[in-house]
């Protein structure tokens, strides 16, 4: 198949990348590298050929958009609840950012509240790829609202074809901190994804194919005092508690104010696919919810996580990669 695919692909001469079919030609390889790579059967000449082939398809946009790389600048520090520009080099970029903030708007999330695209748009000045809906606007990846951390933006689309053939054999890595629900044990968690279109939450166990690996950091509990029977009731059903506790009634623990043990993860976690809510699902999915989860846990658990903490944590606090040299 492989083989067959760079027979194809020698016949593409002179092609005219801002046409959208051709735009779309780019994508449907980038795919197909993908998947080769994430089934284990990626041949080196195969990611070669693709690989000439979208960086030559990024020389011909900028030359039509007559980019010329900009110098690279840090910011000198970020403003409270601001995003930063943490790494800066000169056609590609890390940002920082902040929980709250929508990365781009779509269908399902449209741009109300504070924007990172808007921002950046500003920040890069006349970039024109951060105006290219069609490239993600340069962004190589999104985080979802709740979360924070380190994202990858492109300033040439040469940079950006780079990173993305990166992306997709698995040279960009991604590893996160998350708080979760229970007493976690290392794992992977080899889940398919799958989501609708609209604010509901992504569905693990059916869709596309996606792999996250998980490593149990620390353990720990809080103690809660004073529940109601009705936080009890809804607590014990739906949060892990420890075996002694289980045996309990939520009458006894709400008549004697007794302290509800509830037990926690914090696990190191890497991605080898980036779904939408794949994280958030993927534990979920295995019973061990993130914390403070508006769309994968209930409103009782929610109101208790909320003592603890008040954001959803996950946070994405390192990127690995390769530079233009």
């Known amino acids: 198949f492989q083989d067959e695919v760079i027979q194809r692909l020698g016949l593409f001469h002179d092609l005219e990348f801002h046409a959208k079919p051709n735009r779309d030609l780019l994508e449907e390889v980038l795919g197909i590298l993908w998947c080769c790579s994430f089934a284990g059967r990626l041949t080196t000449l195969f990611m070669k050929v693709v690989q000439v082939f979208v960086l030559s398809a990024g020389d011909s946009l900028d030359a039509q958009n007559k980019h010329v790389p900009r110098a690279a600048k840090l910011d000198t520090g970020p403003l409270p609840g601001e995003p930063w520009v943490v790494l800066a080099l000169y056609d590609r970029e890390v940002l920082l950012k902040p929980s709250g903030w929508l990365c781009q708007p779509t269908d399902s999330y449209p741009a109300t509240g504070k924007q990172l695209l808007p921002w950046w748009q500003t920040k890069c000045g006349a970039v024109p790829l951060s105006h290219d809906a069609h490239c993600g606007h340069g962004f190589l990846h999104r985080l979802d609202v709740p979360s924070s951390g380190l994202l990858l933006v492109a300033t040439t689309y040469r940079a950006y074809y780079d990173l993305q053939v990166q992306l997709r054999v698995g040279d960009v890595l991604r590893d996160y901190a998350v708080l979760c629900h229970g007493w976690l044990s290392t794992r992977e968690i080899a889940a398919q994804v799958d989501w609708s279109h609209g604010p509901g939450p992504t569905t693990a166990g059916r869709g596309k194919a996606a792999r996250t690996a998980m490593r149990a950091a620390a353990q720990l509990y809080q103690l809660t005092d004073q529940l109601t029977d009705e936080l009890a009731d809804q607590l014990i059903d739906?949060?892990?508690?420890?075996?002694?506790?289980?045996?309990?009634?939520?009458?006894?623990?709400?008549?004697?104010?007794?302290?509800?043990?509830?037990?926690?993860?914090?696990?190191?976690?890497?991605?080898?696919?980036?779904?939408?809510?794949?994280?958030?699902?993927?534990?979920?999915?295995?019973?061990?919810?993130?914390?403070?989860?508006?769309?994968?846990?209930?409103?009782?658990?929610?109101?208790?996580?909320?003592?603890?903490?008040?954001?959803?944590?996950?946070?994405?606090?390192?990127l690995e990669f390769f530079d233009a040299a």
């Not at 075996?243 to 080898?272: H, M, N, Y």
């Open 238 to 318: 739906q949060l892990q508690l420890t075996d002694q506790l289980r045996g309990r009634s939520s009458e006894t623990l709400a008549s004697r104010g007794a302290r509800l043990q509830r037990a926690f993860t914090l696990a190191a976690v890497r991605i080898a696919s980036g779904r939408r809510h794949q994280i958030r699902s993927h534990f979920a999915h295995v019973g061990h919810p993130t914390a403070c989860d508006t769309k994968y846990t209930s409103s009782a658990c929610i109101a208790a996580d909320m003592t603890l903490c008040q954001r959803n944590c996950i946070h994405r606090y390192s």
